[in-house]
Structure formats: structure tokens, C-alpha cells
């Protein structure tokens, strides 16, 4: 049974840090599969932020670009984001996901069916 878990969130002042983490059990990193980290904020969509393939690329929304950086720990089955010069709009719930892919685009995994999620971590920035 696969199980994400994501911890790492909180309250931050506008141009604060923060790293999100991802900590993934009965899930096997391998070619042809993604993980990623969505957010969505209060009636808003979900937003695609950064995504890494089992080979390391990555991509993200242009909106963070420069911004947050995402990385894993093959080791330890473990997804990061660090997020840098936070803003008042990075504000949302921010939930890590995995599985196969179609296509990494935008900050956007595009994930197959069956794809995990974490159940969130929330992200406050305060101007």
C-alpha cells in the first residue's frame, strides 16, 4: 500500500523560506514514473508547482520559477520542495503526488491512473 506523507508547512512572512517534504512508503521510484508537488488554494484550481521524473528532470510553474527548487533522496524515499522568497499568492494547501506519467510540463505532472497523494501540508504567507 502506497502512503505519502507531507510535513514541512507553516506560517511565514512574506519573503520567508520553508521545505516541504514528502515521505513516501510501498511506493517504488522507476523509469516512467513522476512526483510532483501540487497546491490549491481556497476557490481557486489545483495548480501544478514542480515535478521530477525517476531520471531527475524537472519542471516548474512559471510562477516559481527561481523561486522553489524541488529534489528527491532516492535513499530515503523522500520528495522535497524548498521553497525561497516566498509571496502572499503561495499561499494554499500544497500536496505531494506520484506515479506514471504522461508528460511533465509547466510545473505540471500529467499523472496516470492509479496516482498517489499525500493528504496536504498548508502553506501560509503573510504580507
Known amino acids: 500500500q502506497v502512503q505519502l506523507v507531507e510535513s514541512g508547512g507553516g506560517s511565514v512572512p512574506a519573503g520567508g523560506s520553508l521545505r516541504l517534504s514528502c515521505a513516501a512508503s510501498?511506493?517504488?521510484?522507476?523509469?516512467?514514473?513522476?512526483m510532483a508537488w501540487f497546491r490549491q488554494a481556497p476557490g481557486k484550481e489545483r495548480q501544478g508547482v514542480a515535478g521530477?521524473?525517476?531520471?531527475?528532470?524537472?519542471s516548474y510553474a512559471d510562477s516559481v520559477k527561481g523561486r522553489f527548487t524541488i529534489s528527491k533522496d532516492n535513499a530515503k524515499n523522500t520528495l522535497y520542495l524548498q521553497m525561497n522568497s516566498l509571496k502572499p499568492e503561495d499561499t494554499a494547501m500544497y500536496y505531494c503526488?506520484?506515479?506514471?506519467?504522461?508528460?511533465?510540463?509547466?510545473?505540471?505532472?500529467?499523472?496516470?491512473?492509479?496516482?498517489?497523494w499525500g493528504q496536504g501540508t498548508q502553506v501560509t504567507v503573510s504580507s
Open positions: 510501498g511506493y517504488t521510484d522507476s523509469s516512467g514514473y513522476c
Open positions: 521530477i521524473t525517476y531520471r531527475g528532470t524537472t
Open positions: 503526488a506520484a506515479g506514471r506519467y504522461s508528460w511533465l510540463r509547466g510545473g505540471y505532472c500529467s499523472l496516470s491512473f492509479p496516482a498517489y
